[in-house]
Nanobody, 127 residues
Framework: QVQLVESGGGLVQAGGSLRLSCDAS????????MGWFRQVPGKEREFITS????????RYADSAKGRFTISRDNAKNTVYLQMNRLKPEDTAVYYC????????????????????WGQGIQVTVSS
């Protein structure tokens, strides 16, 4: 079992950048595909991006393409989400998630596939 803790959220102006970190403990993340989701009140949790165990394969929602970048450092047991050119509509609670995966190149996007979740962190983008 792995425990996930997000950090790096906060308040930023539109056009600015933030980097979220997801620190894992309890087990190495090298056996997990990792992902980021976000949720605003009254809406379903939304897929943003995921990265395969091999670090080479990634997947992005259209809303994140060209602005957000996911990466992982298995040695540090950490996953990152670099967010650039932020918009007010990016305001949400952001969640890190892990999916145990046999395949080294699989990049899940359905939240139902993920086994473990962080507690979430608020990101607020002001206009």
């Amino acid at each position: 079992q792995v425990q996930l803790v997000e950090s790096g959220g906060g308040l930023v102006q539109a056009g600015g950048s933030l980097r979220l970190s997801c620190d894992a403990s309890g087990r190495t993340i090298s056996v997990y595909a990792m992902g980021w989701f976000r949720q605003v009140p009254g809406k379903e949790r939304e897929f943003i991006t995921s990265i395969a165990r091999n670090s080479l394969t990634t997947r992005y929602a259209d809303s994140a393409k060209g602005r957000f970048t996911i990466s992982r450092d298995n040695a540090k047991n950490t996953v990152y989400l670099q967010m650039n050119r932020l918009k007010p509509e990016d305001t949400a609670v952001y969640y890190c998630a892990a999916k145990a995966s046999i395949s080294s190149s699989y990049v899940p996007a359905d939240q139902r596939e993920f086994n473990y979740w962080g507690q979430g962190i608020q990101v607020t983008v002001s206009s």
